[in-house]
């Protein structure tokens, strides 16, 4: 594709140079860059891509785009636009192919339960014998074959390209995690989505967002979304959780048609009869469908809504109730999420990736109604983000807990110290020391935790969920919260494997 015809899709302010140079591919990061490649200089949150251009020019890169009035050396072809970021994703966009219009394209955004409901929705999908790609915060996975992740949401050219290799591999229907950073950022920029799911907004990535009107924006993009140009030239949904404050706000500005879920609201599809297990949760459906009983292998309030969400994506595709419930009872579980770690030992060990003040309060609430002994909470908090979080977050682990083990999550270039310290604020508000005790080193902490547990107690380790590492300064060293807990288990004498 030759340049002057790739720039059709942006809003050129100047350009310079040869624009009939053939592209033969998109870079943004100049280690990437490659001969015949357009280099797009993006300035990003720690590093400016126009500080790099030179480096990309050295390496054979056919043109370059800029959003900066500079001074280029040589004769390299450029385009200078008002947003390179946007410009970035639309670009990609074009260059791939267009892919997202080859597929159905489902968005899930929200604070939590993101994870958990793009792998319900992919179940529903594969249930209706389609060929499924799933984007998200543990992998990236093209039908079986699992690929890294490193953002919840890839940076716009590694989505388009994702995208493109799912649509040359057959896929039928992708399901994205889309996160507020990725929604700020433009990453999604391009992608044409038939189905916008919002599961809940509560405070998270203030570090990021000036505040949580800003944090609602970013969201609320996605579903304003819904109303640009249609060219798949079928229906657009919002399914959007009507119990959430934040609904409000996604009513008025979604395009599309609306679906509302819930639980104590009258929404179109909403959950009855509840009844919450150690190992699963199970309850009626009511949509215009009629009743059907759901019967989870996921347990907690909070997946009732994650199923909700999914089964709006089922009924609004056309699917029977019947298929859809077989589909979602069919859910095993999700790493990470709320995980059972059973080695027969006679006390509960579950890992979950609950790292937000609301997702922390979810599983705690949810463990208080099964548990039987104590509830005993292994937590901390990330460094070098929303340092606001810290305090409400030791107050709800303290409030909910029998016992709290307050330790390093990934403190990253933070002084560990410094956030255990910030939690402390929060927990000492609401109990005494008899109550809590301060481990700093994680590995520690989960075997005093599981070390000191009774028959009948429960032990939540939040924070990592599926993470298999730790950051400490820059470094990511190996860590996973499941298999330390599996070697305390294992010094203790529990040998039996989990299923």
């Known amino acids: 594709m030759l340049l002057k015809e790739l720039v059709q899709v942006v809003d050129v302010l100047a350009a310079g140079g040869n624009q009939e140079v053939p592209v033969h591919g998109i870079a943004y990061d100049s280690r990437q860059a490659k ?12 590093t400016d891509g126009h500080n790099f251009i030179e480096q990309a020019v050295a390496k054979g890169i056919s043109a370059v785009v800029i959003e900066k009035d500079i001074q280029l050396s040589g004769n390299i072809p450029w385009v200078r636009v008002k947003d390179s970021r946007k410009a970035l994703a639309l670009l990609s966009t074009k260059f791939y192919g267009q ?29 209706e014998g389609k060929k499924t ?12 074959k699992i690929l890294p992740v490193k953002n919840t949401t890839p940076e716009s050219a590694d989505l388009q390209a994702l995208l493109r290799q799912m649509a040359d591999a057959g896929v039928d229907a992708v399901c ?11 990453r999604v920029a391009g992608c044409e989505f038939d189905i916008a799911v919002f599961t809940n907004l509560t405070q998270d990535h203030l570090d990021f967002h000036k505040n949580m009107e800003d944090y609602l924006a970013a969201k609320s993009t996605l579903f304003t979304g819904l109303k640009d140009t249609n060219i798949k030239k079928r229906p657009r949904f919002a399914i959007i959780n009507l119990d959430d404050v934040a609904s ?34 199970s309850f009626t459906v009511v949509s215009k469908q009629g009743r059907i009983q759901l ?16 089964y709006a994506a089922g009924m609004v595709l056309g699917m029977a109730p019947e298929k859809i419930k077989a589909a979602l009872e069919g859910v095993q579980g ?14 509960a060990v579950i890992v979950d990736y609950a790292h937000t003040p609301d997702g922390l309060e979810n599983i705690l609430t949810t463990a208080r109604e099964f548990v039987t002994g104590k509830l005993i909470t292994v937590f901390g908090c990330g460094g070098d983000r929303d340092r606001t979080k810290r305090p409400l977050m030791g107050e709800i682990a303290a409030r909910l807990s029998d016992f709290s083990v307050v330790t390093s999550d990934n403190p990253r270039t933070e002084d560990p110290e410094r956030i255990l310290l910030d939690i402390l ?74 299923g």
């Open 176 to 186: 994205m995690e889309v996160s507020s950073h990725a929604l700020s950022l433009s």
């Open 425 to 498: 604020v929060g927990v000492s508000r609401v109990v005494d020391k008899d109550r809590y005790t301060v481990i700093s080193d994680r590995r520690e902490a989960i075997k005093y935790a599981i070390k000191t547990a009774l028959p009948g107690d429960v032990i939540i380790i939040a924070g990592k969920g599926h993470e298999n590492y730790q950051i400490l300064g820059t470094k990511r060293y190996p860590f996973d919260d499941r298999e330390e807990a599996r070697l305390v288990l294992k010094e203790l004498g529990y040998q039996i494997l989990e």
């Open 133 to 144: 790609g799933l984007i998200g915060t543990n992998y990236n996975r093209i039908g079986d």
């Open 295 to 310: 019967k989870l292998n996921l347990t907690g309030t909070f997946n009732v809504y994650n199923a909700l969400a999914a």
């Open 248 to 281: 409000k706000v996604l009513l008025e500005k979604s395009g599309g048609e609306v679906i509302t879920y819930g639980i104590k609201q009258d929404a179109l599809v909403r959950a009855e009869d509840i009844k919450v297990e150690a190992r699963g949760v």
């Open 35 to 46: 001969p015949g490649f357009l280099f797009v200089a993006v300035e990003g949150l720690q």
């Open 334 to 347: 999700v790493a990470g999420r709320f995980e059972l770690v059973d080695m027969g030992q006679n006390f």
């Open 99 to 127: 892919p997202s219009r080859q597929m159905t394209l489902v968005g899930v955004t929200g604070t939590n339960g993101k994870t958990t409901t793009t792998h319900l929705i992919e179940a529903i999908f594969r249930a």
